[in-house]
């Protein structure tokens, strides 16, 4: 297994993680590195990072938790197009459930997909996320919960 690992967004990593790639049928479904960015300045609240695979970055997931009730989210999660069929998004998701947890110290994590993102459904339901049949009234997802 790979040696998956994360590190905050700095002068050292930024611009190799903006340049993360997308196969082009998959933009749909997800922000730009840079949209997220721009949001996690804005929202202090969200935490950026990129993953990491030995010493490449591999891609970049943001998550953060909020409100009165610590609602925690594993909001995005993208693999570099070069990257992605290697397992490296498997394993940064459940390094990340980890992570969350602990950080936060929520048995609770939320994510959202976008409806017709079957890889994404198969990927997260895979690992133990549960559809709530419930959209996320912000942007019409799908919500998914995953319960320590």
Not at 102 to 130: C, H
Request: proline share 2%; hydrophobic share 35%; net charge negative.
């Amino acid at each position: 297994m790979a040696n998956i690992y994360f590190k905050d967004i700095d002068d050292t990593n930024e611009y190799i993680v903006r340049n993360i790639k997308l196969k082009s049928e998959q933009e749909k479904f997800i922000e730009t590195v840079d949209e997220c960015l721009k949001e996690a300045a804005a929202h202090h609240q969200w935490h950026p990072v990129a993953i990491y695979c030995e010493e490449d970055i591999v891609g970049f997931a943001m998550y953060g938790s909020f409100g009165p009730n610590k609602e925690t989210w594993l909001d995005r999660i993208m693999i570099d197009e070069k990257d992605q069929g290697k397992g490296y998004g498997k394993q940064a998701i459940k390094s990340l459930i980890d992570i969350i947890s602990k950080e936060y110290e929520v048995n609770v994590i939320y994510l959202s997909i976008t409806e017709d993102n079957n890889k994404a459904f198969e990927l997260n339901t895979s690992i133990g996320f549960k559809y709530m049949n419930e959209r996320d009234p912000n942007n019409g997802e799908l919500l998914f919960k995953y319960t320590l």
